[in-house]
């Protein structure tokens, strides 16, 4: 099994579909470390040398942020955004939407589920 920037890639899977394993990585950037460490597309994750492994993590390490660090960034870019005060800073903030879509009807996974403002009052016992 070979583990790459902390994570356990699953060992029957093609390398290019494997890579996806890890945050940052999608298959056309899988497919384009690939393609500069000279590594063909096809191969399954344990049929990998250990030459192929140290390539890919040293191409990973150089080239890209990935894992913890991209979390980390994606993290400072939103909490500027909140201190600025920016209109997206503010969407953030109250816990909504912040790339324009509807919030009336939509957005639940966002708000929260549905409360009601006044309900029924029960009756109470003689």
Known sequence: MARIEGVDLPKNKRIAIGLT???????SRSKEILEKTQIKQDIKIQDLNDEEIIAIRNTLNNNY???GNLKRLENMHIKRLMNIGCYKGR????NLPARGQRT???ARTRRGTKKTIAGKKKATKK
Do not use: S
């Not at 394993?21 to 298959?27: A, D, E, H």
């Not at 969407?91 to 109250?94: A, S, V």
């Open 65 to 67: 942020e990935l894992e």
């Open 21 to 27: 394993y890890i945050y940052g990585i999608g298959i």
């Open 91 to 94: 969407r953030h903030r109250l």
């Open 104 to 106: 009336r009807t939509n």
